[in-house]
């Protein structure tokens, strides 16, 4: 995958996940991916990082959306 395909595939991932959360802000789910996509800079391999990111994301922003504090911010 290079990077106009992941590019677009966390493009794609932040919509469905907006789509899924419409009570988080949009740039809450776009800091929350950016955070996620950040934990795999520099792994070679890119291939499955849009599928990686989304999991991880949605998972994330289930928390913060139930209330919980501590994942405000993924670092």
Known sequence: M??????QGIAKVIDRLAER???L?????EQVVA??????????????VPV???RTA???????????PSLALVR
Not at 2 to 7: A, L, P
Not at 58 to 68: F, H, S
């Open 2 to 7: 290079d990077q106009v395909q992941e590019d």
């Open 21 to 23: 959360f419409p009570a």
């Open 25 to 29: 802000d949009r740039a809450r789910v």
């Open 35 to 48: 955070d996620t996509r950040s934990l795999l800079d520099g792994n070679p391999i890119r291939d499955y």
């Open 52 to 54: 990686l990111v989304e």
């Open 58 to 68: 949605r998972d994330q922003l289930r928390r913060i959306a139930a209330g919980d």
